[in-house]
């Protein structure tokens, strides 16, 4: 494959997290054309296109970020203590998803970036010291210092039902993919009753990455409702809806989706506006 076929083969994967850590899928586009032209103007022998492309990626994303909002203390290879952090994983508060957008404008430019390419799209800390231009030591701190961060500005309770599906549709039409994975369950599904699936709908999708990846950037028809008295969504065809989302959400997080298509269950749909008929 030459390297243009590369590059796009990359391209999907370096939008999510461009989008991710901007949490703006157009600056985040912006930000990998950048890439692209860094790419096609270097002569350095790469050794990992991924890779390389992960870091030039996400120095462009730290260096706008920067520009909005000028980091207080540039960090050394000593960030400071940070509190302890026996998971030394994602943070697991239910409203995480919920709150991204405001918790994230929260976090210096660094601990930013470290959170979002850590504890939402699993980049290894090696791969975040390169981008930071710290020790692999230096952005495990400032990871847990964000996410220390995250759980104090992230509410105790779990948001209401209504507060997941709308803040899913946000994120679905704006592909925010990093707000989708925060917002759902590990072991997520998407299923579809037999009129949905004659529709067009799959028949069934399993996990985080596989649903938010459906999700990303779609859902720009969809509109809230109520279904049987929970909160839900449906894709609406010149006023007609024509396929139901029947969200299953849990302690924050939505764990299922169903598309429903059967006509008797259109027909029982209540439009909603936010927290109104939850």
């Known amino acids: 494959m030459d390297l243009t076929g590369q590059f796009e ?83 697991r508060a239910a409203a995480v998803g919920v709150a991204l957008r405001i918790v994230l404008d929260r976090l210096t430019p660094t601990e930013r970036v470290a959170f979002v390419l850590h504890d939402t799209f699993g980049v290894e800390f090696r791969t975040v010291a390169a981008v930071l231009d710290v020790s692999a030591d230096a952005a495990r701190k400032l990871a847990s210092r964000a996410r220390s961060k995250v759980a104090v500005a992230v509410p105790a309770e779990a948001p209401a039902d209504w507060e997941v599906v709308d803040a899913f549709l946000e994120a679905s039409r704006g592909g925010s993919f990093a707000r989708l994975l925060h917002l759902l369950a590990p072991d997520a599904v998407v299923r579809a009753d037999t009129a949905a699936i004659a529709a067009g709908t799959p028949e069934l999708l ?25 909160p839900g969504a449906a894709w609406y065809h010149r006023g007609e809806a024509r396929v139901l989302f029947d969200f299953t959400v849990a302690d924050g997080l939505v764990h299922a989706i169903t598309f429903r298509a059967e006509p008797q269950v259109l027909a029982s749909l209540v439009r909603r506006t936010g927290a109104e008929k939850k």
């Not at 400071?80 to 952090?85: F, H, K, L, T």
């Open 9 to 91: 083969a990359e391209r999907p994967r370096l939008v999510r997290i461009a989008a991710g850590v901007l949490d703006d899928r157009a600056e985040g586009e912006d930000m990998v054309q950048q890439a692209w032209l860094r790419l096609h103007g270097t002569t350095a022998v790469i050794g990992n296109l991924p890779a390389w492309l992960t870091v030039v990626t996400t120095r462009l994303c730290l260096d706008r970020l920067r520009a909005r909002v000028p980091e207080p203390v540039e960090p050394g290879v000593d960030v400071g203590p940070s509190s302890p952090d026996p998971a030394d994983g994602v943070v």
């Open 206 to 230: 399993s996990g985080r990455e596989a649903v938010a990846s459906m999700f990303d950037g779609a859902a720009k028809a969809a509109l809230p409702v109520v279904v049987d008295g929970r």
